[in-house]
Nanobody, 115 residues
Framework: QVQLVESGGGLVQPGGSLRLSCVAS????????MSWYRQAPGKERELVAS???????NHADSVKGRFTISRDNAKNTAYLQMNSLKPEDTAVYYC?????????WGQGTQVTVSS
């Protein structure tokens, strides 16, 4: 059974930082394409960043230079380091994995950027 468990969200002031984690199980993490998405209230889910199994990554223009996706295959964990957070980054952040059974999703973690 595929499981993706996100953690690390919370309330942070503008300019602050958070590190999200996504612990994976039930599939071969080391060969999976991993992504972070986010969904703000009233908006569609959008891609934030993705990373291949060898570590090649890409980031949405809105987060380039502020967010960094990474992975630790030994720990079956993907990360999203978020710096210089802005109020418009407020959303539920979801981890996803492209597996042999299709794209799987975590339950999401709330990130709120507010003073």
């Amino acid at each position: 059974q595929v499981q993706l468990v996100e953690s690390g969200g919370g309330l942070v002031q503008p300019g602050g930082s958070l590190r999200l984690s996504c612990v994976a199980s039930g599939f071969t993490f080391s060969t999976a394409y991993m992504s972070w998405y986010r969904q703000a209230p009233g908006k569609e889910r959008e891609l934030v960043a993705s990373i291949t199994f060898v570590g090649d990554s890409n980031h949405a223009d809105s987060v380039k230079g502020r967010f960094t996706i990474s992975r630790d295959n030994a720990k079956n964990t993907a990360y999203l380091q978020m710096n210089s957070l802005k109020p418009e980054d407020t959303a539920v952040y979801y981890c996803s994995a492209d597996t042999v059974w299709g794209r799987k999703w975590g339950q999401g973690t709330q990130v709120t950027v507010s003073s």
